[in-house]
């Protein structure tokens, strides 16, 4: 490196792994590093930190500043909000240097999930040796602190521009939580959006209706998660299960860990799905734990993570422990662009606690509350499915029925009760079932 620096550097939870390393890469190196945290694994708000970075960097407290969350992107538009700052993702080392040599950026956003410690230390190290001096670069450089005339506030936006606008801010957001919604929503309604809009708002929420998968008997496949969980599970198998769920045109395989980066290698390209447990069966490991498995399962090339809750923990009435269970989960799934799953084991609780479970997991903002591992006393069943679906279908969740589906007439209950997804291992039974069903009726 050609010189010493000061640097600020600063992480999530999704991060902080990545930001030890890269901490101790620059002091070795001879830089003069403040950490401005997280100082541990557990979940934190990235823009907090993001943004003392990028403070420190525009009052002159370090020359540059690092930011490392689970994508990158967040903490970039954080650090970009503060006058003065630069800040520019890089997942590849030309990124990484053009982003100095064209842009003469001063915070530099890594993704804990995008790259491994040995491309992130090359990362560090070419942004931080290149230089922008050609004058036409630091001419366009200039012009980014110019000032921008402030538009008007009566935006000219029609109701098709309101519609996408809402339609787009649904697919990144996903579910919301919170109070029931009534009355038009800003979907419904684009004069209120608009009008909001107007306001000074920069996002708007519109909690839509889980959609289901598609008709049955005909789409039935499609609700469905091919599953083979159990320990003495060979590579052969796994490797049968994915070509059956590629025939058949199954929502996913639902596999332990060990075989994600088999299945997402077999399915890649496809419309199946890479799905995988974490804390499975008993729910009874560290938040901590639980989050790192997510993570790992993510980077493999899993989708979906079916997660156990501490089942232990709510029977206690210890909330606040389940909460921040779920969400340790929740959050690298949202980091990783994954589905979440909160799997309850329904045959351990009663209904309250059902009720409670569901609950938690709405505002930990899962996708999904599942009823069992498989692995228990008992699986899913009609009442209990359509319990959780009660209590998180009108903030936009979808339910999965797991445990004990051998039969059309199993699914299809299961289906009518509220649930948008199955897990199974007598998958194609079930599908063949349907199709018997339909060509009779």
Request: glycine share 8%.
């Amino acid at each position: 490196m050609k010189h010493t620096q000061r640097i600020a550097i600063g992480a999530d939870h999704g991060g902080y792994e990545l930001k030890t390393v890269i901490a101790a890469h620059l002091s070795k190196a001879g830089h003069q590093v403040e950490d401005f945290g997280t100082s541990s694994r557990e979940a934190v708000d990235y823009p907090v930190f993001a943004r003392a970075v990028a403070d420190a960097v525009a009052q002159g407290r370090a020359d540059v500043g690092i930011m490392i969350d689970g994508a990158g992107i967040g903490s970039c538009m954080v650090a970009n909000k503060t006058p003065g700052v630069r800040a520019a993702v890089a997942n590849n080392l030309l990124t990484a240097r053009h982003s100095r040599e064209h842009n003469d950026a001063n915070v530099l956003a890594l993704g804990a999930g995008k790259v491994g410690t040995g491309l992130a230390e090359q990362l560090v190290d070419v942004w931080l040796e290149t230089e922008c001096t050609e004058p036409r670069h630091l001419k366009r450089v200039a012009m980014f602190s110019e000032q921008i005339t402030e538009p008007s506030a009566d935006l000219p936006l029609t109701d098709q521009d309101i519609e996408r606008v809402v339609t787009r801010l649904q697919d990144i957001i996903g579910p919301m939580t919170g109070a029931e919604p009534s009355g038009e929503s800003v979907g419904d309604n684009p004069e209120a959006a608009r009008e909001f809009v107007r306001l000074g708002a920069t996002g708007l929420t519109s909690v839509a209706p889980a959609e289901k998968p598609g008709n049955i008997p005909g789409d039935l496949a499609r609700y469905i998660d091919h599953t083979i969980l159990k320990p003495n599970a060979t590579e052969e198998q796994v490797r049968k299960l994915c070509a059956e769920a590629l025939e058949f045109n199954f929502r996913s395989v639902c596999v332990n860990p060990t075989w994600v980066p088999l299945a997402a290698k077999l399915l890649r390209d496809s419309e199946v799905l890479t799905c995988t447990v974490v804390g499975f069966p008993l729910g009874a490991n560290e938040s901590a734990i639980k989050a790192m498995e997510a993570r790992r399962a993510i980077r493999n090339g899993a989708r979906e993570i079916d997660m156990v809750i501490n089942i232990g923990a709510l029977k206690s009435g210890n909330d606040e422990l389940v909460l921040r269970d779920i969400r340790a989960v929740v959050e690298e799934c949202v980091d990783g662009n994954a589905v979440s799953k909160v799997i309850l084991e329904t045959a351990l609780l009663s209904d309250e606690e059902k009720r409670r479970a569901s609950e938690l997991a709405k505002t930990a903002r899962a996708h999904f509350v599942k009823t069992s591992t498989g692995f228990s006393t008992g699986g899913a069943t009609v009442s209990d499915v359509a319990l959780m679906a009660e209590v998180v279908r009108g903030a936009g969740m979808e339910v999965k029925a797991s445990g004990g589906i051998s039969s059309y007439s199993d699914a299809k209950a299961m289906i009518e009760a509220g649930a948008t997804r199955l897990g199974a291992s007598a998958s194609i039974g079930i599908v063949q079932e349907a199709k018997s069903t339909s060509f009779s009726a």
